[in-house]
């Protein structure tokens, strides 16, 4: 049910607050959905965002590039912008794995999203 309302956008807000109810094991089984919905542009991103970066960061850091890469298989370069602003929040190491599948991917538009983070990254170190 949970899981159908995070689908739902007159209904997200709701579920995404009842995650912080939920056991670790509860909020885990939806994790595929958060990223599915942090990958795009929409009016509650920031707080799916929240609630992935909730996550233990040693979990987050183990199980998110598994999540990722069925929204990045046939991704756009909306699906890599929205998801190296998360994981510029989460790890460099992270961010730097996906800006280099960027860079080398075939589409312009996804080698570009990979430019502009690799020089948002040389300009915050």
């Known amino acids: 049910m949970l899981r159908k309302a995070l689908q739902n956008p007159s209904e997200r807000v709701t579920a995404l607050e009842i995650l912080d109810y939920l056991t670790n094991e509860e909020r885990q089984s939806l ?68 800006i280099e599948k960027a860079l080398q991917h075939s589409d312009l538009g996804i080698k570009e999203v990979g430019e502009d983070f690799n020089n948002y990254l040389k300009t915050k170190s």
């Open 31 to 98: 994790f595929d959905e958060l990223i599915k919905l942090a990958s795009v542009g929409h009016s509650d991103i920031e707080l799916v965002r929240y609630e992935i970066l909730s996550f233990d960061k040693s979990w987050l850091l183990e199980n998110i590039e598994n999540q990722a890469k069925s929204v990045l298989k046939n991704g756009t370069d909306e699906e890599y912008r929205r998801l190296l602003e998360l994981y510029i929040q989460i790890d460099d190491g992270l961010t730097k794995r996906l």
